[in-house]
């Protein structure tokens, strides 16, 4: 349908605009009237199947060009049948004030609202409404304009993120702050780069006092709450007091990298240190350090800001603790295993020797008895393997039931002596779990001048398969006791 004579205006605007009947609103809108309805955006908002019955009694007369356009729909129609799909979920809140501004006798309305596309794309839309002439009383012709404002609203919202995340850093993180002078440690620097200095660091290998000099000369002029709470001082004056407990260990070495930093002219800095806190407990620490804007010639006012980082750090060593240990058993994973694997055969040490385990039985356990009872006893085996296998070597677990034991360095004597270590750690701990003993299978090998590592292994493989063929032959024929894991495997 056209709205002649204005409809060429209507179809080139550069805009999209709908023309709409809001008649049955208003009828609606009398009803709520008449039975005493006066705030009608509380009554809304009480229900918000009223908002949706609103929307449904709307019909859309006409829209434009640019509407098909913005909303990626072929006709009129398409649109009509899927008007569903453009206002919907975000839209419902600011659709009251709309319906507001009508209620309360307004010709005239506009918000920030959302719709979405026939292909679900989300739309910022700056909505405006006015109630043409003529149709004050019935609002059966009301034009309505949706400018696309989607790329503006995209970048106030990365502004407030952004916004709201130096907020949240600097006011509601435990960021220290210290306002410092650096003064006396730029007329330092100046004073030996006059002396024709120019290999700083060369310099402070040779003059370690003079790291320690510029250290004495740093004035703290203030510091915040956080600071207080970072290191547990009661008060300022106590925090300032015991400097010498925060600053010490490895500070003076990180100390004279930040003064290299300041001699090459970087008077904007960050770097991990670590600090201590009053009571001794260690800190790792973000510290960002910057001369203030017009301080740049003297270093008079500098502010060092120290996030504390110490959560992140372990967090850090737990993810690379995971990396290259497996959780049950807190051996070392398949990962770590194939990574020092490739390691031993770049490596010219030699011989390296493998041991290969099994665990017999592991699979009845899991079948019979649950996987508890398994892990619990992949746990016992991974405590034996920890007590039998220290640094250089590497107890690794590959697999479920599989285990491998790196040795660098180990001729076969020394393997033997490894798997005897094992073997009688075993012993000791199945006798306290005698209903429930562990038993393994495995193979060993040696490498050979010029053996790649992966045939050692594979050699010490073939061998672990040898030994578990010969304990489930033992097994099936002698149906001991202890061995009751291997039964029916």
């Known amino acids: 349908m056209s709205l002649a004579p204005e409809s060429d205006l209507f179809n080139l605007a550069p805009i999209a605009m709908w023309m709409e009947d809001f008649s049955e609103v208003k009828s609606l809108f009398d009803e709520w009237r008449s039975a ?18 609103c929307s449904k009694r709307i019909r859309v007369l006409d829209v434009n060009r640019q509407t098909l356009a913005l909303f990626q729909a072929q006709n009129i129609d398409e649109l009509r049948d899927n008007i569903g799909s453009v206002f919907r979920d975000d839209m419902l809140e600011t659709h009251v004030n709309e319906l507001a501004e009508l209620f309360d006798g307004n010709t005239s309305f506009s918000s920030a609202t959302v719709n979405y596309t026939l ?15 003529g149709s004050e009383a019935t609002l059966s012709r009301v034009l309505l304009t949706t400018e696309d404002v989607t790329a503006l609203e995209t970048a106030r919202r990365a502004e407030i993120a952004q916004r709201s995340y130096a907020e949240g850093v600097f ?35 040779v003059h370690p006092e003079f790291v320690r000099q510029c250290m004495s000369e740093i004035r703290v002029i203030d510091v915040n709450q956080a600071t207080l709470d970072l290191f547990g001082g009661a008060d300022r004056l ?25 001699w090459s002219g970087n008077i904007r800095h960050h770097r991990e240190v670590v600090n201590y806190a009053l009571d001794g407990s260690e800190r790792h620490i973000l510290l960002h350090f910057s001369v203030f804007p017009g301080y740049e010639d003297d270093w008079s006012r500098v502010q060092v ?3 504390d980082i110490t959560a992140r750090k372990k ?8 990396g290259k240990h497996d959780v049950l058993t807190k051996l070392f994973n398949r990962a770590f295993y194939s990574e020092e694997l490739s390691r031993l055969e770049r490596k010219a040490l030699r011989p390296v020797s493998v041991v290969v385990i099994d665990l017999n039985g592991l699979k009845q356990a899991n079948d019979e008895m649950g996987h508890d009872v398994g892990d619990s006893l992949l746990r016992r085996f991974g405590e034996i393997l920890n007590g039998a296998v220290s640094q250089p070597n590497h107890a690794c677990r590959i697999g ?15 393997a033997a002596a490894v798997v005897d270590t094992i073997h009688e750690l075993l012993r000791i701990n199945n006798q306290f779990y005698s209903s429930m003993p562990l038993s393994i299978s495995c193979g060993t090998a040696t490498s050979e001048p010029g053996e790649a590592m992966e045939a050692v292994v594979k050699r010490a493989d073939a061998k672990m398969y040898e030994a578990k063929r010969e304990h489930y032959e033992r097994a099936g024929n002698d149906q001991d006791e202890s061995s009751w894991m291997t039964r029916r495997v």
């Open 400 to 414: 479920g039931d599989e285990f491998v034991v790196l040795l660098p360095g180990a001729d076969a004597r020394a």
């Open 315 to 322: 967090a850090e060593a737990y993810l690379e603790y995971l």
């Open 305 to 307: 800001a120290l996030a």
């Open 238 to 262: 106590q925090l300032l007091q015991r400097i010498g407990d925060i600053f010490r260990g490895e500070m003076e070495k990180q100390f004279r990298e930040q003064l290299m930093e300041l």
């Open 119 to 133: 292909t679900g794309q989300r739309l910022d839309i700056q909505l405006r409404g006015s109630v043409m002439p």
């Open 171 to 205: 006011e509601h993180s435990p960021v220290s702050l210290w306002i410092e002078d650096f003064s006396q440690i730029k007329v330092l620097l100046d004073s030996i780069r006059s002396r024709g200095i120019t290999d700083f660091r060369t310099f402070t290998d």
């Open 36 to 53: 005493g309805v006066t705030d009608i955006k509380a009554f809304l908002r009480e229900d918000l199947a009223r908002i949706s019955e």
